[in-house]
């Protein structure tokens, strides 16, 4: 009896141990097949979506060639041109649009009314958007010189937009729409603007360019924010020289605004660049005239000496380095020269009237030229 008990123990516990085998089985041939599900899974997505883009960048209909007007408004980002364009079939997805003008780091898109095809490829519609090829003609072009001043700029605006000079002005005074610009553009308009010191907010910041706008009466901010975000785009690609020279986008600005209102013609704003940084370094006053007629409010042809005794943080007779903020807007020519300036020994420069512009190593030296070219004018 007590044999047979125990035989069927080992036989009940063999059965048990067989089943759990066979359970065993059964689970790693289940997980086996879930782990080889999910891999093609992952790789049939991944050659789906490879297939996907690589459909997305292809022309939408390579033998549609007939023109569709898309509208870009004034502002737009690239998430919006995006939409747009997928919106009005110019290209299959707007997401892959978005990622591909990213990934080459194309930017610089113009608003306008736009004639684009189907059978456009990215690099075209591209091409295109930042030509500004447009379909019809604008409502009014504002052209911004270079080296003006912020009551020049609002006048040009004035007289060519739907709004006053006086608008203008007081929108570019505007606190509570200067703090909203520091949140789109924290890159470019930061707290230096802000500064006490600072006579204009925005002076300098409106970059020297023509613009077109399509609308009979497009908002003051657009207008504005056009010229501001140019700005924006011009100076993200010295970025690396900026790093490379310690200088702030307002630092920048501030002393190509020196640079080009000190240019004339004939000057050599590399050579003019290089006088600042030696004074700089040698701890000497910037003594530029066009800070002091700044200080002044004024537009002169030549400053007095009653003039250099302004007291204004701008004067650079009487305080030393740059001043506060730009004294006015300034080209690619001269960001470029307020970042590689020439390797000179001048210290002094001085423009006679005929605006050939001369440099001088010392004080004699500069004393000499300013009799003979100034002071007898001869030229």
């Given amino acids: ?15 048990k141990l067989l089943e759990r085998q066979s359970e065993a089985r059964s689970i790693r041939k289940i997980v086996g097949l879930i782990l080889l599900c999910v891999v093609i899974l992952i790789g049939g997505t991944a050659v789906c979506g490879y297939f996907y883009v690589k459909s997305a960048l292809k022309p939408v209909d390579p033998d549609d060639s007939k023109p569709v007007n898309v509208e870009v408004p004034i502002g737009s980002g690239v998430s919006t041109i995006a939409d747009l364009l997928a919106d009005k079939g110019i290209v299959k997805n707007a997401t892959v649009f978005k990622y591909y003008v990213k990934f080459n780091n194309e930017s610089g898109f113009q608003a306008g009314s ?34 003006l001043q912020l009551d ?10 739907p709004y006053s000079k ?21 890159n470019l308009i930061t707290k230096d603007v802000s500064n006490k010191k600072i006579k204009r907010p925005l002076e300098g910041y409106l970059y020297p360019a023509t613009y077109s706008f399509y609308e009979k009466k497009p908002s003051l ?8 975000n140019q700005t924006n785009e011009v100076l993200a690609q010295y970025e690396p020289a900026m790093k490379e020279k310690k200088m702030s986008p307002h630092e920048l600005l501030t002393f190509a605004s020196l640079v080009e209102k000190e240019a004339t013609e004939k000057a050599d704003r590399g050579k003019i660049s290089s006088v600042f940084y030696n004074r700089i370094e040698e701890d000497m006053p910037l003594q530029t005239d066009p800070t002091v007629l700044y200080s002044l409010g004024k537009h002169k042809a030549r400053t007095t000496y ?22 006015s807007n300034a080209g690619v020519s001269s960001i470029e020269a307020a970042l590689e300036p020439e390797d000179t020994d001048f210290y002094y420069f001085l423009a006679s009237s005929n605006g050939t512009v001369y440099y001088s190593e010392t004080l004699d030296e500069h004393n000499e030229k300013k009799e003979k070219y100034i002071t007898n004018k001869k030229d």
């Fill in 1 to 15: 009896m007590v044999m047979t008990d125990k035989k069927e123990i080992k036989e009940t516990l063999m059965k």
């Fill in 221 to 228: 901010e657009s207008i504005l924010k056009e010229m501001i």
């Fill in 114 to 147: 736009y004639g684009l095809t189907p059978s456009m490829t990215m690099d075209e519609i591209i091409k295109s958007l930042k030509t500004g090829r447009v379909i019809r003609d604008a409502e009014f072009t504002i052209t911004v010189p270079e080296g």
């Fill in 166 to 186: 006086q608008e203008v002005e007081k929108k570019l005074e505007d606190k509570k729409w200067i703090e909203q610009l520091k949140k789109e553009y924290p």
């Fill in 306 to 327: 009653k003039d250099l005794e302004v007291d204004s943080p701008y004067n650079t007779y009487k305080n030393k380095g740059l001043p506060p903020g730009p004294i």
């Fill in 152 to 161: 020049e700029i609002a006048g040009l605006i004035g007289e060519k937009s």
